[in-house]
């Protein structure tokens, strides 16, 4: 922003016993008439035009009293026309709070005024047009402020932020109050000089622009990254640390990319033995505290996504469905490292916690809607559980779970004990140890055990009881969901995973690919909301490989193809990969993204894919490759967001591949099946190659082979064996 934007910015938001709030809290018709008067406000602008557009975000706000738009050309068309500014909120459907934001604001007829009658009202999903989700910690940041979403954004008609203010986690009550401080400056200097405004946003705008370049031009990418790799994961294994057995930097995110990387390292023969020891102990140790955790509902197996406090004892009670496969993948890899089978169940409890919250009435996924929360609905005293389950049940579930009378929540977590007597459930004991106490075999305990948690669950979905549902396909979320059933096929063997990773697969091409391109949902919408970014192609090509992996089946490779084509089509920019396509695009910033802000980078997902392509004889265009694969210098200082990338690194650079025989099949075709998916690349042999009928070679980076006629052969072979 420019300097005399800040000052006066900061001098509103900081100060307003001086500035005070008169000018919003009139009605908003004087206000009108000064700022469009002669000008005739387009009949789209009069009311809230959001009921057209697919997506969660756009259905929970449609019956919203402020006259929302969406973020399309037409929309800013529209207020050029009306000589107003637009008001945008940037927020994502799976945001925590947002929604409380939103009420905030609507709450109070004086801005709901000020926005309908001085605005043009705009709602961006940063998550379908992800460019504008990955520009909010670079306006964060130009403000120094923390990244958070909702973000209040005005914006000239020529897409030139003016002024924004991100709404922190303890503000959403009183966003109201917060649009109200902003707003009365911002439209003081609009009706002083729209001209000012338009000019110095125009060349803020530029300033950015420039800034956003020369930063990209400035990144140092590693000449060693094989080196460079193996540095960077002993700099996150050096987070972790085992006597408060947290790990630095990660904040309260369930740290799925971490747990992934750190239990693939533990057991990839190219890592050092020291580091492999390293890795396994930091997945011991966070697992150990995670596993019988809060952060797993042991009532329906959902994994909440983030937490509240400093343990895990305290969850941010919320779903999502990437986060779900996200973190079902990273709880495979920890069971094929540590042999957890706590790590396998919960994964499988995950999927079937996805199937039942965010399936879609036309077999797909939906992203999941964040509700407000009341946590201590999702709190149980000891005396309610024992009304519910009787005496004898109660006293083996209050022990499996920790409840304790006064509540379980540790005094850092709840320092004030506003949640006195309450307590939050995870299972501390599995069920064979809760059988065992009972002097019970397994199997004649197991049915009890379902029976209580169906007890408690019922009245806890009576007290959720109004909570809508997203029943909007999502392409992001149906990919995840392909990953993460191939997985579960990889690491528990069972074939039922991988007919629905290819039956759901196939359902996500046919809702989700128009010819070569891929689009957000399963319904038309303009370019600028539905197009497809380079992150969904990203993903979209992951889970096709994911598939191929796991099946052998080479028709695939053929789709995998046509993706990567397309993204070279459409996201090569000058010197950097663009993240919008040209189509789709409405603000002028060259917008990549090369970190895990929100979720994967798009630039990891490639790189990954990218090397898995090479093995397979079908890389990605040499520019395109350029702009995804390199290992930045800094990632060495920064792991925790650049995981992908470098497990994406090691893949490539620390390469194990498995080079299938004519003739391989039984369980030694199964073997190479359940390999992980995406680290150990596999493929059928050419012709021109010397593998022996029935077997399949194993060629490590440094050029070692080994050959593998048995199944066992090839796992101790691929997992365990060290490369000179």
Request: charged letters at 25%.
């Amino acid at each position: 922003m420019h300097l005399f934007l800040i000052r006066r910015f900061w001098l509103v938001l900081f100060l307003p016993m001086i500035v005070g709030f008169s000018s919003c809290r009139r009605s908003g018709g004087d206000d009108e008439a000064q700022m469009g008067s002669g000008i005739k406000l387009a009949p789209q602008l009069q009311s809230n035009s959001l009921s057209a557009y697919p997506g969660a975000l756009f259905k929970n706000q449609v019956s919203s009293p402020i006259r929302w738009q969406p973020w399309t050309k037409e929309t800013i068309d529209k207020a050029k026309e009306a000589n107003r500014l637009l008001f945008c909120v940037v927020t994502l459907p799976q945001q925590v709070n947002f929604q409380e934001a939103m009420d905030s604001l609507v709450q109070d007829p004086s801005v709901v005024t000020a926005i309908n009658n001085q605005y043009v009202p705009v709602l961006i999903d940063g998550d379908a047009s992800r460019e504008m989700g990955l520009l909010v910690p670079d306006l964060c940041a130009q403000i120094e402020r923390p990244v958070q979403l909702p973000l209040f954004m005005w914006m000239t008609h020529e897409c030139n932020p003016v002024a924004w203010i991100p709404v922190q986690a303890n503000e959403v009550g009183n966003a109201a109050e917060l649009f109200s401080k902003s707003h009365e400056m911002i439209s003081q200097m609009w009706r002083d000089s729209s001209e000012y405004v338009l000019k110095n946003s125009a060349s803020d705008n530029e300033t950015r622009r420039q800034n956003f370049r020369e930063r990209k031009l400035n990144k140092v990418a590693s000449k060693d990254p094989e080196k460079d790799s193996i540095r960077c994961i002993r700099q996150l294994a050096s987070l972790y640390d085992p006597l408060s057995r947290n790990l630095d930097e990660f904040g309260g995110l369930f740290p799925a990319s971490s747990l992934e990387l750190f239990a693939i390292s533990a057991r990839h023969p190219g890592v050092p033995e020291d580091l492999r020891l390293k890795c396994l102990e930091a997945t011991r140790g966070l697992t150990g505290d995670l596993l019988p955790s809060a952060m797993f509902d042991p009532l329906d197996g959902g994994i909440f996504v983030s937490r509240i406090a400093r343990s895990w004892a305290m969850p941010n009670f919320s779903f999502d469905c990437p986060a779900q496969a996200r973190a079902v993948v990273a709880l495979l890899e920890v069971y094929r490292s540590t042999g957890d089978k706590r790590a396998l169940e919960r994964a499988l409890d995950g999927i079937k916690f996805a199937e039942k919250k965010f399936s879609t009435p036309d077999g797909l996924f939906a992203i999941g809607l964040a509700e407000p929360q009341e946590k201590e609905k999702w709190m149980w005293t000891v005396e309610e559980v024992e009304k519910i389950l009787g005496a004898e049940d109660a006293v083996w579930w209050i022990k499996a779970t920790g409840m304790e009378k006064l509540g379980n929540l540790p005094s850092e977590d709840d320092p004030r004990r506003v949640y006195f007597r309450k307590n939050t459930i995870g299972m501390k004991m599995t069920v064979e140890e809760i059988a065992a106490d009972l002097s019970l075999a397994p199997e004649e305990f197991r049915p009890r055990f379902e029976a209580a948690k169906a007890k408690l669950l019922a009245v806890r979905d009576a007290r959720m009881e109004g909570q809508r549902r997203d029943d909007c396909a999502h392409a992001g979320s149906t990919f995840r969901m392909v990953s993460a059933y191939a997985a579960a096929f990889a690491a528990s063997g069972d074939e039922v995973y991988r007919d629905k990773a290819v039956a759901l697969l196939k359902r996500a091409r046919e809702a989700f690919a128009v010819g070569p391109r891929l689009r957000m949902f399963n319904k038309e919408a303009p370019d600028s909301i539905g197009a497809g970014r380079a992150f969904l192609y990203a993903l979209c090509l992951q889970s096709v490989l994911d598939v191929a992996a796991v099946t052998l089946d080479d028709s695939w490779l053929v789709w995998s193809e046509d993706l990567a084509t397309t993204l070279a089509e459409l996201f090569i920019g000058d010197s950097f990969l663009k993240e919008c396509p040209d189509i789709a695009s409405l603000i002028n910033l060259p917008i990549t993204d090369l970190a895990m802000i929100f979720d994967d980078s798009t630039c990891g997902l490639l790189s990954m894919a990218e090397g898995r392509l090479v093995e397979l004889g079908r890389p990605l265009v040499a520019k395109l490759s350029e702009l995804a694969t390199p290992l930045p210098q800094y990632a060495i200082e920064r792991p925790v967001m650049h995981t992908d990338l470098i497990l994406a690194t090691i893949a490539r650079h620390l390469k194990v591949s498995v080079i299938v025989g004519e003739g391989v099949q039984g369980d030694l075709l199964r073997a190479v099946q359940e390999l992980t998916p995406r680290v150990i690349q596999r493929r059928m042999a050419r012709p021109e190659e010397a593998v022996s009928a029935g077997t399949v070679n194993i060629i490590f980076a440094n050029g070692t082979q080994k050959s593998a006629s048995t199944a066992e052969a090839l796992r101790q072979g691929v997992l365990s064996a060290e490369p000179n």
